[in-house]
């Protein structure tokens, strides 16, 4: 009998100091208050306290054993650090023609300049895509395009959901004195708010709302995926994608998401789009719900009438089981057979629709 009270004192012992360790540790966040629940009740996406996908999302299917997730795979990182070019601010913050400009930063994270409005996208710029550093969540790189240091004025920020690999609370700390608004699904603005940001500066949005700044439409839109920073609060806070629309140009940012019925939807009703930017990396079949393998990504574009396609989510960090050069390949390998255009830009260089025709190098060979 003693040795079962002394496992359970060990058990009891733990579970206090983990929750002591989240709710006292900041880059967990916040979560929604009882307000905000009330609030969240009359959404038709809300049900039953916590926010739903339109078509069944299953999270984990039975297609991977946890066996085989958690084993070693070959060639899933680097074999050395990804270099990426240095990102010019001063030559990226001039307007061009009237054209917009981006730069891929990594993983699902972008710059833009629209009409001299400076944007991030899915800012996660940390080195560890976990709320504890990690070796095996590691930044493949430690270096980025550029400094946050050398950034003065961040016009518009906005983010897909809270997933460590996309809200990221080093990234927040050392920006948010520089940007103007945070525009976020419902939910984000409580841990934003957790970590010093004014309230004047967040806008929260559900599904088809919108808001326009400066003369660009931001129209927050369905994902398929899920949300969650802590064991207790899976789905307690919203996910999305993105249409930006301006005279400059019209992108559409998937962040994480699954196939599903709404991309042709919002294709139809939104576009079309001259880039769109669409999860293509970190999928396995245990998460064919929630992530697109690259085909799919492919069909993406093809169904939001994109006329180029950048694949998003790789090149940063490694998340699930797959090589880290599978999506490039796979992408680069069908999309031509699709009839799909596509660009796979270096981690920093600059996209410009001046340019219609972005040959492609196959650069993360080099590190491979």
Known sequence: MRIFKIIGLVLFALSVFTALFINLSPQFGSNPSSLQKKLYS?????IDGEFKNHEPTKLFTEEMSMANFFKDHPNQVPKKDITPMELDLNSFKNQLNGKFKLSWLGHSAFIMNLGGNIIL???MLGQYAAPVPMPSLKRYSTQIAFSLEDIDTIDMV???HDHYDHLDYSTIKKIKGKVGLFIVPHGVGNHLRSWG???QSIVELNWEDSIEVNGIEFVCLPARHFSGRGPLNRNSTLWSSWAIKSK???IYFSGDSGYGKHLKKIGDQHGPFDISLIDCGQYNKAWKYSHMF????IIAAKDL????LIPIHWGAFTLSTHSWIEPPEKVFANAEKLGQKIILPQIGQIISMEQTNYKINKW???FN
Not at 42 to 46: I, V
């Open 364 to 366: 993360w060979r080099e």
């Open 294 to 297: 690259p085909e799919q990504s």
């Open 305 to 308: 009438k994109g006329e180029y």
């Open 248 to 250: 400059h140009g019209k």
């Open 158 to 160: 906005v983010y897909s």
């Open 121 to 123: 996208l899915d800012p």
């Open 42 to 46: 009359r959404f038709d996406n809300y």
């Open 197 to 199: 940001v004014p309230e």
